[in-house]
């Protein structure tokens, strides 16, 4: 995985934990992400498609993180919008988040807390970020 910004050595360090866990060593291999912390962001985090590979698969992304968060709280977004970068490269999720898992949905109807989406992302990413907090790496 190939990671550009400016992630200080806690926060690269957490990023290569949370991969590990999330990735296959073969997927983590052809995943290229830009971290950026904002100022104006009005989610804590944002995992962006940015581009696909010769194959058409999502491969190229941004990470957005709100910059005046917590440590605690970027990191526990950078988890969470991983997990969203994994569902997207797997195919789970498309761009539009108008497929999930192969089958249609429609995002404009189901509660942001209630697509299945967002649920994984913030139980396997909260589950991500207590275990490396808790030093269970």
């Given amino acids: 995985m190939v990671i550009q910004g400016r992630p200080s050595k806690s926060q ?7 991969a590990q866990k999330l990735f296959s060593r073969q997927l983590c291999q052809h995943i290229f992400i830009r971290l950026s912390f904002k100022k104006t962001n009005e989610y804590w985090g944002l ?15 941004t990470v957005e993180v709100k910059r005046d968060l917590s440590e605690e709280e970027k990191l526990m977004s950078i988890a969470h919008e991983l997990v969203h970068i994994r569902q997207y490269a797997t195919g789970q999720l498309n761009e539009e988040m108008t497929m999930w898992q192969g089958e249609s949905v429609n995002s404009d109807i189901i509660p942001y807390l209630e697509q299945p ?8 990413g909260d589950k991500l970020y207590r275990d490396y907090k ?4």
């Fill in 117 to 124: 989406w967002e649920i994984e992302a913030y139980d396997l």
């Fill in 12 to 18: 690269l360090k957490a990023i290569e934990y949370f």
């Fill in 134 to 137: 808790n030093g269970n790496v």
């Fill in 47 to 61: 995992a962006i498609v940015d581009d696909y590979n010769t194959k058409g698969l999502p491969r190229y992304f």
